[in-house]
């Protein structure tokens, strides 16, 4: 059995706790009973379920107009338009509107906060049936392939027979590529971008950097902090520092701040933010710790580091891919580091194996991991000429 | 190839070969286009003949101008990027106008001939009659409307002449089911009496090639 809510609005309390509020975000909600678990990759299964997301356009008669955007590590259902709680725009609200590159009076677009997050869906804030408390740090560790598992029950809810695209960056790229290849006939079209087949050690080795620091903060404290009324702030702030510069260019940095001195003249001989970069980061870390859960933050790393779309086949990339007739389109960015052009490439590789219809594009610009967040205009192209072609081969008006 | 890119967008002078190519291409097949520039032949066979039309090129700009444009083309090089494809997967793989900018000419022919069940080939030809008088008696590397870049800046590294194609595919052990040459106007030299001094009239040359 599955059921659907959505709440009136948020609630008016005055609390600014985003994610103690988290139940009540004004999206909606699928939820899966007892006679509907999630299995999981580790053995276990997850019940009740939650799925929250958000829904964006009209669905057509034909019901082929659907998009499933994937969210990345931080990110979550409010893709487009205005954020219900920063009041800023959507994470992809670039990409994604009325007239826009994924044109929302063309296409129904569905984004959902994955499991194992911190936005509404079944996580560590969650109440764990068995204790009547957050399962905090006794939630089964989630992968990328069971978070998609979600989101293909959330399609059935919603009596989607398939999917006219499924795209997404970063973690939004592996669940893109666990979509199209485990459920290649209910995807007419893949955008997978500036992601990989797999996590490499050196994204392994920064991941787990982030998460000695939330495991060495006092605060944590098991991974029960809430119910001590307390986060570990701390440890989370300086992962997302840690993270944050692996989203960048060493270019970026240095167009952006150079060797600039934050408000002074000179440095001071001590170990205040003196540069313009330190200021930065400090913020950066400080406002995450408001909307991110450290448990999330843990498990959601974890997920990526798992993720290995070749030992889900037998070890033979090719395997995945075989016989589909899922189009891709691949994405990747010239100053990306974490996810650098070779790793995409490397899925270019597998899909011309195959024989499959794909488009790669490299696109040059020194922003980094983040360049399918910022305005990256050859992006938007790409994007729009893809589904515009996609929407031609699927009898979709327009 | 790193400098293929200067091939794109591909001098904007008669394209007579890309027709040719388009004619040459049975409906309702399958293609990949290497070195497909902007798109143009790709965009010419989806259009004219229902093709299933797949590209790759060197070039950032050119593979995204054909994304953009909605086709199916991947960045990437023609000397290293063949060998990742399937055996026969392809009814057709063309090169228009790039071979003699691989790095490894008879290794991109030979892969071409491996993916696809036909091959077609179009390149300038060396011994064309106008490159001759310029080397032959002007002494200086040749500046013709279909080799426009000088010697200095040119894409171009591994030139051949209709004879020296020949050659390469025999030795390859391919069949040459067609090869059509054409005139500095564009002309095609086809017929009786095509063959006759042909490496010395045809300005270009096209071939489509068949391994058993």
């Not at chain 1, 994955?114 to 804030?125: K, L, Q, W, Y």
């Not at chain 1, 919603?158 to 979509?179: A, K, R």
């Not at chain 1, 702030?237 to 940095?253: C, F």
């Not at chain 1, 870390?285 to 843990?298: E, P, Q």
């Amino acid at each position: 059995m599955s059921t659907t809510t959505k709440p009136a609005g948020p609630r008016s309390s005055g609390k600014s706790d985003p994610l103690v509020d988290s139940a009540s975000l004004p999206c909606s909600y699928a939820h899966f009973g007892p006679d509907r678990p999630l299995k999981l990759d580790s053995g276990g299964q997850l019940s009740p379920l939650t799925v929250a997301y958000e829904t964006y356009g009209t669905l057509n008669s034909a019901r082929s107009n659907a998009i499933m955007v994937c969210h990345a590590l931080t990110g979550d259902q409010f893709c487009a338009g205005v954020h219900p709680i920063t009041g800023k725009p959507g994470w992809w609200e670039l990409l994604i509107g009325p007239g826009k590159p994924v044109d929302t009076d063309r296409f129904f677009i569905i984004c959902a906060n994955v499991i194992g997050g911190c936005m509404g869906s079944t996580g560590p804030m969650s109440i764990d049936p068995a204790t009547g408390k957050p399962y905090g740090h006794s939630l089964p560790v989630i992968t990328i392939a069971d978070m998609v598992r979600a989101q293909v029950m959330l399609l059935d809810h919603l009596e989607i027979p398939d999917l006219f695209c499924v795209m997404g960056g970063s973690m939004g790229g592996m669940q893109v590529l666990d979509w199209a290849t485990k459920y290649s006939d209910r995807v007419f079209s893949a955008m997978p971008i500036a992601t990989a087949m797999k996590h490499s050690a050196q994204n392994i080795a920064f991941h787990e950097v982030g998460r000695q620091a939330v495991l060495a903060d006092p605060e944590w404290h098991g991974g029960d902090y809430r119910e001590r009324d307390t986060t570990p702030h701390k440890g989370l702030a300086v992962a997302r520092m840690a993270a944050h510069i692996t989203y960048l260019s060493e270019a970026a940095l240095h167009r952006k701040f150079g060797r600039n001195l934050q408000d002074r003249d000179a440095v001071t001989f001590g170990f205040d933010a003196d540069f313009q970069v330190e200021s930065y980061l400090r913020y950066q870390g400080s406002t995450f710790v408001d909307r991110f859960d450290a448990n999330s933050y843990l498990y959601l790393t974890r997920a990526m580091d798992y993720f290995d779309l070749a030992a889900d086949f037998d070890g033979n990339i090719t395997n995945a891919f075989a016989n589909t007739k899922t189009r891709y389109c691949i994405v990747s960015f010239t100053s990306d580091w974490l996810f650098p052009t070779s790793e995409n490439r490397m899925i270019v590789r597998a899909l011309n194996g195959v024989a499959a219809d794909v488009s790669f594009v490299e696109i040059e610009t020194d922003k980094g991991h983040d360049s399918f967040l910022l305005d990256v205009p050859e992006l938007f192209e790409a994007v729009e000429g893809f589904l515009r072609s996609a929407a031609r081969q699927r009898g979709l008006d327009g | 190839m790193s400098n293929l890119s200067e091939l794109t967008p591909k001098p904007a002078r008669d394209r007579s070969d890309l027709m040719v190519i388009c004619d040459l291409v049975e409906p309702d097949t399958k293609v990949l286009d290497v070195g497909c520039g902007n798109g143009e032949l790709l965009e010419l066979l989806a259009n004219r003949k229902n093709v299933d039309a797949r590209g790759v090129e060197i070039s950032q700009e050119g593979v995204n101008r054909c994304v953009m444009k909605g086709l199916s083309v991947v960045q990437g090089d023609a000397d290293t990027d063949l060998e990742t494809y399937p055996d026969k997967a392809f009814d057709y793989v063309i090169m228009s106008h790039t071979i003699q900018a691989t790095d490894r000419p008879r290794d991109v022919l030979r892969q071409m001939m491996r993916i696809g069940k036909r091959a077609i080939v179009s390149f300038p030809n060396f011994a064309h009659w106008l490159v001759r008088f310029q080397i032959g008696i002007k002494g200086h590397m040749p500046i013709t409307e279909t080799l426009p870049i000088p010697w200095y800046e040119t894409p171009n590294v591994h030139f051949c002449s209709i004879r020296d194609f020949d050659a390469l595919v025999t030795e390859l052990g391919a069949d040459v089911e067609r090869k059509i040459g054409f005139d500095s106007r564009g002309r095609r030299l086809e017929g009786p009496g095509a063959g006759f001094l042909a490496n010395l009239r045809a300005e270009r040359a096209v071939f489509v090639l068949e391994k058993p």
